[in-house]
C-alpha cells in the first residue's frame, strides 16, 4: 500500500489580509455616522454677524440649545444629491479641467513637449521634484489657492512618468507642496489673512515665525518625495502603484517615445502649444488681479480646450469625443467630491455642527495651560474633517478660539497659527476634502494608496508644528 497516496490531503490555509473599503463605503458610513449623532448630539446655534470683507462669521457669545432636530430616513436618502449640489462647482471643475486636458493629449502637443523635457532632464531627473515643489510652494504661500494642484498634476503627470517615476510621485509634488505653502501662509490672505482679521490682529504680523514654518515643512515634504521617488525609479516594484493597470497604460503611452526615438513638433503642434501657453498665461493674469476660481476657471478650460484642439487641427468630433474621454477617466472622483460633501450636510441640517464647534472649544479651555496651544491644534484638526474649506472653518472657529487664548495663556497669533496647522496640513489626508479628492481621481490614484504613502510625512509634519506650537507658546509670540 502507497502511504502517500493514502495520506490525507492538507490545503494551505489562507490568510485574508485586511484590504481598505471602497471610498464610496467610507463616505456613505461617515454620512450614516453623521446622520445618527443628530439624534444624540443636542442641537445648537450662534448667531450670524458680518464679518471681514462682508463675510458671515458667528457671534462667539451667542450660542444657545435649541430644539433638537434628528434626521430620518428621508434625509439621509437625499444626503448625496444634496452634497452633489452643494460641491457642483468642484464636481463640474473637476470634469471640465480631465475634459479639457484630454483633448490637448490627442493633438499630440504634450507627448512631443514631455519627451523633450525626458531628454534634456535624463541625467538630474530628480532635481525637477524639488524645483517644481519650490514653485509650488511659493506660489500657494503667497495666494492661497490649494486647488491650483488641480492644474499641476495633469500637466506634470506625463513629464513624471517619463522620468521614471510614478502618479503617486507626480500628485506628491503637487500635493504636498501646495499644502506646505498653504499651511504656513506667509502672506496668504485665505487663511493668515482672514485669521488675523478675525482674531484682531494687525494682517500678515509674525510673519518671521510663519516663513520659518514654511521652510521646515516645505523641506521635509521635499526630502519625503525625492526618497520615495529615488525608490520608485531604482526598483519600480517598490511603489505603491506598482502593477495597476491604468499605471501601466500611462507608462505605455509616456515611455515609448524615449525607446522610439526623439520627437518633433509639427508646425500645427508648435501653434497649439504656443496657444495652450497663452491660455495659461491669462489664467494666472485671472487668478491673481481678477480674483478668478473655479468657476472661472472652467469657462477657461472649456474655451482652451476648443480653441487649441482647432489650432493642433482636430476634428470638432475629435474634440467632442476628447472632453467625453477625459470626463469618464475623473467620473469616480468627479463624485467622490459630492458623496464627501453629504457628511456636513447631514450635520448642518441636523443643526449639530455649532454644538460641535462649542464643544470644542470647552474642551480646549479644559486643557492644561502649557498644552492650550496643541489643543488647539487637535481641535482644529479635528474640525477640518466636517469644514475642510479654510476659509469656512475660520469663519465659524477663530470667532471663539481666539478670545478664548486670552482666558487659557494663549497669544492670538498662537492661536491663529494653530488655526492654520489644523486645517491645511489635513487638507490632503481626509476624503472630505474635495479638491484634494479630484486631484487623486485625476491622477488615477486611489485614496487608499495615497494614505499609505502620505501618512508618515503627515506625522513627520505633526512633528514640526508641534514643536512650533510649544515654541509660540514657550515665548508668548505675539509676532
Not at 443628530?38 to 457671534?59: C, E, K, N, Q
Not at 452633489?84 to 512631443?112: C, D, K, P, Q, Y
Not at 514654518?213 to 502603484?241: D, H, Q
Not at 492661536?415 to 489635513?426: E, I, K, N, P, R
Request: net charge neutral; aromatic share 10%.
Amino acid at each position: 500500500m502507497n502511504t502517500q497516496d493514502s495520506a490525507p490531503t492538507t490545503r494551505p490555509e489562507t490568510r485574508h489580509r485586511f484590504e481598505m473599503p471602497h471610498i464610496y463605503v467610507i463616505l456613505f458610513v461617515f454620512t450614516a455616522i453623521a446622520a445618527i449623532l443628530t439624534h444624540f448630539v443636542p442641537a445648537g446655534l450662534y448667531d450670524r454677524i458680518p464679518g471681514p470683507s462682508g463675510r458671515t462669521t458667528i457671534d462667539p457669545d451667542s450660542f444657545r440649545v435649541i430644539d433638537s432636530n434628528p434626521l430620518g430616513l428621508v434625509d439621509f436618502m437625499l444626503a448625496i444629491p444634496k452634497g452633489l449640489r452643494e460641491a457642483s462647482m468642484v464636481v463640474f471643475f473637476t470634469f471640465i479641467i480631465g475634459g479639457m486636458f484630454m483633448v490637448i493629449r490627442r493633438t499630440g502637443v504634450i507627448e512631443v513637449a514631455v519627451d523633450k523635457l525626458t531628454r534634456r532632464f535624463a541625467e538630474r531627473s530628480i532635481l525637477v521634484i524639488p524645483v517644481l515643489m519650490i514653485v509650488f510652494a511659493t506660489i500657494a504661500t503667497l495666494i492661497g489657492t490649494q486647488e491650483l494642484a488641480l492644474v499641476y498634476v495633469p500637466v506634470i503627470l506625463p513629464l513624471m512618468i517619463a522620468l521614471r517615476f510614478d502618479s503617486i510621485t507626480a500628485v506628491a509634488v503637487a500635493l504636498c507642496a501646495t499644502t506646505a505653502g498653504f499651511t504656513s501662509g506667509v502672506l496668504n490672505p485665505i487663511n493668515t489673512g482672514l485669521g488675523q482679521q478675525l482674531a484682531g490682529l494687525p494682517v500678515y504680523s509674525g510673519l518671521n515665525l510663519r516663513a520659518a514654518l514654511f521652510a521646515a515643512i516645505t523641506l521635509a515634504g521635499i526630502a519625503y518625495v525625492m526618497r520615495y521617488a529615488l525608490k520608485v525609479r531604482n526598483s519600480p516594484e517598490t511603489g505603491l502603484m506598482h502593477a495597476d493597470p491604468k499605471e501601466i497604460e500611462k507608462h505605455r503611452l509616456y515611455l515609448h517615445a524615449a525607446d522610439e526615438g526623439a520627437l518633433s513638433f509639427t508646425s500645427r503642434q508648435r501653434w497649439a502649444g504656443i496657444t495652450a501657453l497663452a491660455f495659461f498665461g491669462v489664467l494666472v493674469w485671472g487668478v491673481l488681479n481678477r480674483g478668478w476660481f473655479m468657476m472661472e476657471m472652467s469657462g477657461l478650460f472649456v474655451v482652451m480646450g476648443v480653441v487649441v484642439g482647432l489650432v493642433a487641427g482636430l476634428r470638432t468630433s475629435e474634440i467632442c469625443e476628447g472632453f467625453n474621454e477625459g470626463f469618464r477617466d475623473v467620473l469616480v472622483g468627479a463624485m467622490i467630491c459630492g458623496i464627501a460633501r453629504a457628511v456636513a450636510v447631514m450635520l448642518e441640517q441636523g443643526q449639530i455642527m455649532d454644538t460641535m464647534v462649542h464643544t470644542l472649544g470647552e474642551l480646549v479651555s479644559e486643557v492644561p495651560s502649557m498644552f492650550s496651544a496643541i489643543g488647539m491644534f487637535i481641535a482644529q484638526l479635528g474640525f477640518n474633517f466636517v469644514i475642510p474649506s479654510g476659509s469656512g472653518q475660520a469663519l465659524v472657529t477663530m470667532p471663539i478660539m481666539a478670545p478664548l487664548s486670552d482666558l487659557i495663556g494663549v497669544t492670538r497669533q498662537t492661536s491663529v497659527l494653530a488655526y492654520q496647522l489644523g486645517d491645511g496640513l489635513s487638507n490632503i489626508l481626509y476624503p472630505t476634502s474635495g479638491y484634494f479628492m479630484a486631484t487623486l481621481a485625476l491622477a488615477g490614484v486611489g485614496w487608499d494608496r495615497w494614505v499609505r504613502f502620505f501618512v508618515p510625512l503627515f506625522g513627520i509634519w505633526i512633528a514640526i508644528a508641534t514643536g512650533f506650537l510649544i515654541f509660540a507658546q514657550a515665548t508668548q509670540w505675539v509676532g
